[in-house]
């Protein structure tokens, strides 16, 4: 058994540090877990995690928990619900004594007075710990933790229990409001503060290139990689010669790519698998426009934010997306974009080739959802309202570190 491992620094001698604390802070689609921690000054700022955080985060204090995480009989249960192929089984767990006390004392020697966790469910594992340290505790909630997992009786229960016994609730939308409150969560702990977008600057953004569409998702079923592709199709019937790239990995790719070869259209998709965040949002900048055709599968995933879709509105990029979960909120049906019915191939295929064919319109749907996306979600607020309910308002704060 490795020992739970900690770097070190004086805590800082006029107030008290946050820690946030969760599984990763490295996991590549998990960009707003490291934005979080970008919205607050190092010399405030503690972490606790599973693994070595990035290299970027190494001048924080850190406690990178002990191998094994959890004790046996977690372990155990975890193996059983992997080999039953079961969702929510093995929650709570709970971490070996070991890292209990060490967080704990982590958290005590750093003089923290706030917890941000990131995820439920693992604010379920590691909640014990932050409470016996004394320190407040908030939940950065992200969607599955609220809506897919709570299909089975015991993480519900459980989850209700970790509402009651938390400081706060933060989350990225109405919807996510209303499902924790339709859980036991008093309304007085909720916390609106959607994860934040960057608004490049005009001179970041490339012109216009002829009719190139961008897709960034999973490949998973319930976020309809497959009908956005049928939909593409549609619109290259009437716009011959008109690209999609595709960005994200999933179990689905041998499919989809079967299906592109079955619908003829190879030579228009492109497959770009898993990229950086950077080289994701380049590939945004230089498309006319986002797609993505979620749907609704029972017990399976919901669409609670949508990154990509504002990264895409951030760079002044019209959207066509389902009408489904948060999109019905962050997109402007034909103003920032289009919202079509779930599964209508049609009505998405026609609504792409109309913003490739009128380059007005998509230009001037782009810039109207760039102005909403500034208004709503960006990074700079974002990070200030975050400060500002976890450690208060501080003048003397950057906006960004």
Known sequence: MNAATAT?????????????????????????????????????LALVS???????????????????VYDRSSRLRMQLKKRLRLRAFAYPQRLTQQNRAAIESFLRRQDVGTVLVEFGDFAMDVLPAVLAAGARAYVYFHGFDIFILTWTARYE?????????????????????????????????????????????????PG???????????????????????????????????????????????????LVRDLEIGDNVLFRGGLS???TLSAIAKSDMLIQHNVSIPKSGVETLGLSVLEAMAYAKPVVVTRHGSFRETVLDGETGFLVDERDVDAMGQKIALLLQDKELARKMGQQGRRSVAERYEMKRANMLLRSLLIGHDPNMEDER
């Open 157 to 205: 229960s459980e989850l209700r229990k970790l509402l009651q016994r938390i400081d706060g609730a933060i989350i990225g939308s109405e919807m996510m409001r209303c499902r924790l409150i339709e859980l036991g969560c008093d309304p007085g702990k909720i916390s609106k503060i959607p994860c934040g977008v960057r608004i490049p600057p005009i001179e970041d953004m």
């Open 8 to 44: 070190v620094a004086d805590p800082p001698p006029h107030s008290p540090r946050v820690a946030i604390i969760t599984r990763r802070f490295d996991i590549l689609s998990q960009t707003f877990v490291r934005d979080h921690v970008r919205a607050f000054p190092a010399e405030v």
């Open 50 to 68: 599973t693994a070595s955080p990035p290299p970027e985060f190494a001048d924080i204090p850190h406690l990178m928990l002990a191998d094994p």
């Open 277 to 279: 965040h950077a080289d």
């Open 208 to 258: 216009q290139r002829g009719g190139r569409a961008v897709m960034v998702s999973r490949m998973i079923p319930w976020k309809g990689p497959d009908l956005a592709i049928r939909s593409f199709a549609k619109a290259l019937a009437l716009v011959p010669g008109a690209t999609l790239e595709i960005i994200g990995e999933g179990p689905l790719e041998p499919d989809l790519r079967q």
